[in-house]
Structure formats: C-alpha cells, structure tokens
C-alpha cells in the first residue's frame, strides 16, 4: 500500500476518531460532573468558612491537563502493546461509567470497579434473551469479547489511577471540619476528584481495512478502527491523622500494588480464560479492602488538624492572600500576632486588628522552629489574611456531619 494512501487512510480515521468523541455523551457527562464537584464543594467552604477557597470552576480545570496527559501515555500503551478491546465492551463500560457519575460516588470511578464489574456483567449478561433485536446483537457481541487484551487494560487503567492520585491527588486538597464521635471538632483534608481522561482505543469492528505496517498488530488479521473515547477516574478520601501529601502518596502506592496484581492475573488469562472472573472480581474486593483499610487508619490513628494547648493551628491557606505571601503553611502553629499571644480563633481575630495595615506572625514550622514572618494587609484583601482554623464548637451547626 502506498505510503501516501496509508497516511491519508490513517488520517481520515482519526478525524472520524474525533467525530465520534464528541459524540459520546460522556464528552459532556464528565465535565458537568467534575463542575457539580466545585459547586458542592465551594458551598460547604461557605458554610464552614464563609469563603471559598478556589472557584467552583478549579474542580474542571485543575484536573483537566493531569487528566489529559494520562489519557495520552494510556493512548500510546494501547496503540504500541495493540491492546483491541471490543466496541461492545467499551459501550458497557461506558454505560457504568454514566450510572456511576449520577449518582455523584467519585469512589466508585476506580476503575478497579467500573471495569471489573463490566468483566463480571459481560460474562454473565449473554446468557439474558431480552427480544429486542438491537439489545440482543450487543449482547451476542459481549459473548465474543476476548478477556485477555480487556484485562490488561485494566491492569494499566489502575496503574494510571494509582500514578494520579500519588503524584496529583496532593494538590489542592480542600479543608473540612468535622464532628468526632466523641463530640470534638476536627480539621482534615478532603480530596474529592474527578479525571477527565480521553484516550485512544483500537476497537476490532472491521471498520476501515486493516493497515499492515501497524506497529505489534497481526499483518492480515481482522480490521480495527480508532476510537478516542472519554473516560473518568474518581477518588474521594478523607485525611485527618497526617497532612494531605504523605497520606495520599501511600494510597497512590497501594492502588499501583493492586495494578501489579492484576496485571499477574491477565497473565494467568492467557493460559485459563475463566480466571478473567477472578481476576476481576479480586480488583473489586481488593480495590474495597483498601478503601476500608484507608478510613480505618483516619479514624483510629490521632487527628492531627485539632486545637493545641499552645497557639492555633493553620487548617488551610487562601491562594493569593497575605497569610499566602507570608508563606504559611497547613500544620504550622501561630503563636503570636502582632505582638500578642493567641491560643484561640478569638484571641488570633483580636490581634490581627491591632493593626489593620500590617501583620507581624510568630510560627511555629513543622519541623518545630520558630520563624516570624510579616506582610502589609490592604482594604481589598482578606481581611482574616487568609488563614483557615478549626473553628469552635459554637460555631457550628449541631448537624454537621461527624467523623
């Protein structure tokens, strides 16, 4: 075939990849829910701080590039290994996905759950005769679906789920005050994310004919097109007993423990197709387990966010506010301010009036040294410069949610 030909060939179906991209409900599915994530999440800033911290916008944008880059690195995993997962497969996974984000669980957008149970449902749905002809063909096409590539897939899918919540999970947490069960209010971190991953998928439906010279692809074998499809992966994990950074970093960790795995189960499926249903079926319990392990860990280790006997502590900071340009930081302590020693919300609001045109703060770091830091405070910034406390009991509605 001429070289030409080929790249006009190759070309043409990545315009019809596009085409039907934005096609695909979940196109637009996805992106209202990440926005629903930012409304919600602004709503209770206000009700517990009575600010936002970022727009409602941030929960779009700030996963959106992460995202995207995932969505590239898995394109050219599939594209290079040639990893051809059914179209039928792919609608089904499709249809979890949108059933999951309405009913707004962000935990349940591992795809150690949405997958899985697609492996699970396509074993077991071939065998339902519904007598509408359409629903029938697609359930007959699930019952050819080859696990062994589908697996893979969703060996790689965890690895990229693991890689985002360790190395971008960190970032831009939101501070949450809630109830224990023994009455006392307590600051944590909430990260709550939706990922916007759009990725590339070689679908064998014999829809353009097939191209010889593609890369680990048979030569001669059944035609393949070029999806580009949306999909999303979500997380929603509470942090009370550590900062945000290390606890997230070893849930990252733990979930690309469980990609290694299953990746030694599509292994297995190569040589015993049924282990397909195990293999899936472990991702889900595994995958539940960690979720469980990891709320254990919050709830029975000391929180760390809670009043001290010496200064408040600093919950979260405000981008862009004076307490940012002082460069404090979640988890130190301020001890003084302007001058006064302050060991409550009230005694830290009080010295800040002192002056009003400047702020002079002794802190405490997280190493345990003293520093002090200052910046001026105009009439059009913060006037609490930006700094987020657990707040007093009183403060709150007795109908918060506890711990």
């Known amino acids: 075939m001429d ?3 080929v790249m006009e060939e190759i070309g043409w179906e990545l315009v019809q990849a596009i085409g039907r991209f934005f096609a695909h409900p979940l196109t637009y599915v ?3 829910a990440m926005l629903l994530l930012g409304y919600f999440r602004v709503k209770r800033e206000r009700s517990t701080f009575h600010t936002r911290i970022f727009q409602m916008a941030f ?4 996963p959106l590039l992460p995202g995207f880059l995932a969505g590239l690195v898995l394109s050219i995993i599939v594209i290079v290994s040639g990893i051809a997962v059914p179209f039928a497969f792919i609608g089904l996974v499709s249809i979890i996905l949108l059933l999951v984000l309405m009913t707004g669980r962000t935990n349940w957008l591992s795809p150690a759950f949405t997958v899985s149970t697609a492996v699970i449902l396509a074993l077991f749905l071939p065998e339902w005769n519904s007598g509408n002809a359409f629903i029938d063909n697609w359930l007959q096409a699930l019952a050819g679906t080859d696990f062994r590539p589908v697996i893979i897939w969703l060996a790689v899918l965890i690895m990229i789920e693991g890689i985002l919540i360790w190395k971008n999970g960190n970032k831009h947490t939101s501070p949450v005050v809630v109830k224990s069960t023994r009455g006392k209010w307590l600051g944590a971190h909430r990260l709550q994310r939706i990922w916007f991953i759009p990725s590339i998928m070689l679908v064998p439906d014999g829809m353009i004919e097939s191209i010889s010279w593609w890369p680990l692809l048979p030569v001669g074998g059944e035609d393949f097109a ?3 499809i949306p999909f999303a992966m979500g997380t929603n994990y ?3 007993h550590t900062l945000p950074a290390p606890a997230v970093k070893r849930a990252g960790q733990r979930i690309i423990l469980l990609s290694l795995l299953v990746g030694a189960g599509a292994a297995t499926v190569f040589y015993f197709p ?4 195990y293999t899936a079926a472990a991702a889900i319990l595994i995958r539940e387990a960690l979720t469980v392990w990891l709320n254990r860990e919050e709830r ?3 929180a760390f966010f809670m009043p001290r006997s010496r200064g408040v502590g600093v919950l979260g900071i405000l981008p862009s506010s004076p ?3 002082m460069g404090l930081a979640p988890g130190e302590t301020i001890m003084k301010v302007n001058g006064q020693q302050v060991n409550s919300e009230k005694e830290f609001y009080y010295a800040l009036q002192k002056n009003s045109a400047y702020c002079k703060i002794e802190v405490t770091d997280l190493q345990g040294e003293l520093r002090h830091v200052q910046s001026a405070v105009y009439d059009n910034e913060h006037h609490e410069i930006g700094v987020l406390l657990v707040k007093e009991r009183s403060t709150f509605d007795p109908s918060a949610k506890e711990a």
């Not at 929960?59 to 700030?62: E, I, K, N, S, Y």
């Not at 049924?274 to 249903?277: F, K, N, R, V």
């Open 323 to 325: 307490a940012a340009k």
């Open 226 to 228: 070029l999806f580009l």
């Open 30 to 32: 996805i992106p209202i």
């Open 300 to 302: 029975t280790r000391p």
């Open 274 to 277: 049924e282990a397909a249903l």
């Open 238 to 240: 509470t942090i009370f």
């Open 3 to 5: 070289g030409g030909v």
């Open 59 to 62: 929960d779009l944008t700030a």
